[in-house]
């Protein structure tokens, strides 16, 4: 008996969660039996099992009268009866004495009837015994105080699917053994904390379904005993600190289906004993660092369904120490989760992520997750590189080891669906089972790769408003990630290589005077005299992800805005095109046609700063951010044949170290300037409007023959030599897709890094090429 109880009971709590809550019929429960009385006509008397508000199992004498099309009360009812029938029917009011004569009567069901007035059920009668009053689905448009008093015993009411707008302040009063009460989907604007004064003993609330936007502060200050609070779908944008008071009891509550923006942490705080969160279909855009931290005794966590949802930043969930699910799933935006998201949750067991944009899952979250049993990653573009080494079919058993605890002890973690997690990328794996790769075929490393479901390609802002783009990005080694403005300044958190000793041109007069920033650790060095100078204000803002913010955004803020994330082996980039309209002026026109507007025809002054024997440094301003320049160069000998090499050049760099030169030779340089890749999907005619500019130069002398390419002795790091390879051999398979007269490799040497749009080519043939060294 006891273990079946304590079934029921869970699930009870466990549907309330959802927002329904079914005694659930298991294994071999008693079934009905007959019952002889003298029955009223068409109805159905059974002695049935039922489970009291508290689990309790009984053999209750039931009279089943649904369904009838009744108008009045079916006669004659038998005087015991404990369950009475009545759902689906006609009926508008009772007939109270005949309800009187029903001294065992515990449980009443009125729904799906036509009642608009609660008092014709309990004026005048003295329903001692009744437990459960069913009025779902009829026409109650309000509850007058005191509406009933009379049900002393009750310990359920169902109101839900009611026309209810009007609830008297003291609507409850007497129902001092109330547990459960379901207002939800009725037509109220307010909660009333009043309501509630009366209801010492309630243990759940539904409320969800119903127009209120906001809830009061203090609001459930009275409900002591409250364990459950629904709270679905309601229109709640935001939630006082406040709003949650005094729940001290509370275990379950769900804010599904809102549109709650933020994770409403404050507010939380105030409910210390939560177990079950649901935050299931709100608008929330990030789970931010802190966001559920030392919620102790947290069990499920809920973040599915949020269209918005982009990305689970660093420490968002932190010492959690009970929970054990986490659900993150079916959130088409969603591309990233850092690698530190999850910190101390030292019982998490299931770990759902299906149906999201991953790309990846960081091996740092497996290993950080110690008692991670069960993860599931299907549905996601999965990217079976570096980044997913420890997934692979040989890699589960020696790779996942718990290196915190130096208890190097092989964990197997259990893919849920694994015949449907499949590799999207690199293409020779696409469709391969995840499981079934081996490491061998996965790359150890990995450029970086921005999902392009984070960023469109085109937003428009409000003059005034506040731009927020979301870049991130996912690699291995990890990569560093800056923002070029359109006025071609860059945004980045730590200094960068690429433009270590090469001054970057003052960017800041190209910001209208009020504007700029005055954060000089977001900006990168270069010259922190003009950051200072030109930065009055907290205007910009580079959050740590890679999130930039802008505050009243002005009109020549519009233009051009390229993230780039970069680490030792390339860098991806994605621009998005920035509109800002006026607050008076409406436009109606095409995203292309707006783009056009954005598109510069600039000049860019080329220029020689420097020549060594190898080597030669160009530098170009343009005072805007050109997110495809190219720059190609071309020894001029009377040997006709000599190869022209062509690079892209990463938005925000101004400068560019020639490398492996010959050295007295003539060489001609040209710098092509870019347009963003959205305008060139925009217009055919993209490539006429490019322009050119070009310097020459000659190298200087040198006494003894220079070593080749490929064998140059300095080059003895191996990671050097095979990002060399290939390089090479990447531009190589790039020959004949662009009407270059041929491309050739530049040597990186992270001085400026090369744009590599799909990484999977690097990808293959490094590892082609590490197995032939
Ligand atoms: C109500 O139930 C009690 C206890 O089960 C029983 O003794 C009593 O006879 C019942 N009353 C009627 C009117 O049947
Ligand atoms: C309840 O009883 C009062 C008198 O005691 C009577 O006036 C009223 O009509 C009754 N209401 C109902 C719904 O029977
Ligand atoms: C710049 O931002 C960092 C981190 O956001 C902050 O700690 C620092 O105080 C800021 N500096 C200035 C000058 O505002
Ligand atoms: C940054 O701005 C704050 C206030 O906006 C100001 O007090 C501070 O001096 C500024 N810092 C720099 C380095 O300009
Ligand atoms: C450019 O590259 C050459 C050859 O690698 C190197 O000697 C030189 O120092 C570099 N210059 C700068 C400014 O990085
Ligand atoms: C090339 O990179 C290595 C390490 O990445 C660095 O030690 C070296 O100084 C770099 N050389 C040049 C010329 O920048
Ligand atoms: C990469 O290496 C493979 C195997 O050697 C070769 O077939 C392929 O053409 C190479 N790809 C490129 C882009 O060079």
Redesign the pocket.
Known sequence: MRPTLVFLHLHCLLFVFVGVCVPIAVGSLPHALPWHVSCPVRCVCQIKPWFSPDSVYHEAPTVDCNDLLLTKLPLPLPPNTHTLHLQSNLLSELDTAVLHGLTNLTDLDLSQNRFSHVRTISQNTSLSSLLSLHMEENHLSHLPEASFSSLTALQELFLSHNNLHVIAPGAFTGLTSLRRLHLNNNRLTTVDPRWFRALPNLEVLMLGGNPVEALPERGFLALKSLRSLVLGGMGLRGLAENALEGLEGLESLSFYDNLLTKVPTQALIKVPGLKFLDLNKNHIKLVETGDFRDMTDLKELGLNNMEELVSIERAALENLPELTKLEITNNPRLSFIHPQAFLRLSRLESLMLNSNSLSALHQHIMLSLPSLQEVSLHSNPLRCDCLFHWAAEDASHTHIEDTQTEKHSPRMVRFIQPLATLCSEPPELRSRRVREVSSREMSASCLPMIPTNSLPSYIEVREGGKLVLHCRALADPQPELYWVMPSGLRLGHAPSQASKGLPIPAPCHSLTASEGFNNTSSFSPGQPQDNTACNPSQHYRLLPEGTLEINKVTQSEAGLYTCVAENALGADTHTVTVGVHGRVKKRKRGNAAKMKEYQFRVDARLEVRDVGQHYAILSWQSGRNLPSTRLSWQAISSNAHTPTYTTRILAGTQSFNLTHLQAETFYRVCLRLGISEGAKRASRRSRESRKSQCVSFRTKDVPEPQPSLLLSPELTSTAVTLLLLALI??L???QGGDNEPGEGAGKHNSTILKEVKSPK?LI??HT?GSTAH
């Open positions: 051999l990447l190589l398979a790039g080519v293959i043939n082609d």
